[in-house]
């Protein structure tokens, strides 16, 4: 079956760095999103990879290894407005995305 | 403000109830999607929408019926749905329905109770 796997809440301080782990398991694989979602909001994209490697992206980076069917979205500087959910999607042969349960990260001051 | 719009925000609703949602987009994007959001669990995929025709239909419940009359518009008609039912209801739109690197761009979501 496929399957992405995400922490469920992570807890960090104010002006530190997180890192968000997430694995898959997918039918094909096509490329794996990223998506922020604050509460009661919309999710809004962050990062796309396809390649293995990392994609840096402001305070943002996103890492990719397809051997180990892994990912992580790195947050540095963290502010209080990144308390947020994280999504992630991977995206299988057919171009559908397979969602993760997200990742709920609270900043603290 | 994704460019995708969504009606009504919150709707309560009792089991013999008959309401619908509805989404507009306004990106010029040839796609759109309904899923369902509960509280700790992934996305779920409801339906997919190319070009106003249904191709995604992931098994979903015949109380739950989907409508796009045009490529910017998509509805979400419900009848006597069940408390199980309550979520929140995203509507997405993206360029096309496929292809490796396909944005989604959701609406801020329908919060539905059913009672």
């Known amino acids: 079956g496929q399957n992405i796997d995400q922490p469920t809440e992570m807890t960090a301080t104010e002006g530190a760095i997180v890192q968000i782990n997430c694995t898959y398991q997918?039918?094909?694989?096509?490329?794996l999103f990223w998506y922020q979602q604050h509460a009661g909001e919309a999710p809004t994209f962050l990062s796309y990879?396809?390649l293995d490697g990392l994609e840096e992206k402001g305070r943002f980076s996103s890492f990719l290894s397809r051997s180990k069917g892994y990912s992580y979205l790195l947050l540095k500087e963290l502010q209080m407005k990144d308390s947020a959910s994280y999504l992630c999607?991977?995206?299988?042969?057919?171009?559908?995305?397979?969602w993760g349960a997200g990742t709920k990260l609270i900043i603290k001051p | 403000e994704t460019g995708v719009t969504q009606t009504p925000r919150h709707l309560v609703m009792g089991m013999t109830n008959k309401k619908s949602l509805k989404c507009e987009q306004h990106l010029g994007h040839n796609a759109m999607y309904w899923y369902k959001q509960s509280a700790k669990k992934p996305l779920e995929l409801m339906f997919v929408?190319?070009?106003?025709?249904?191709?995604e239909n992931n098994s979903v419940p015949s109380r739950f019926s989907p409508e796009c009359p045009n490529s910017s518009h998509l509805f979400l008609h419900l009848h006597t749905l069940q408390p199980e039912d309550s979520a929140l209801y995203l509507c997405a739109s993206s360029r096309s329905p496929g292809g490796s690197y396909n944005e989604q761009f959701f609406g801020p979501g329908t919060r539905l109770t059913v009672l």
């Open positions: 999607a991977g995206v299988d042969s057919n171009y559908q995305l397979i």
């Open positions: 929408y190319s070009l106003e025709e249904r191709v």
């Open positions: 997918t039918s094909g694989f096509n490329g």
């Open positions: 990879n396809v």
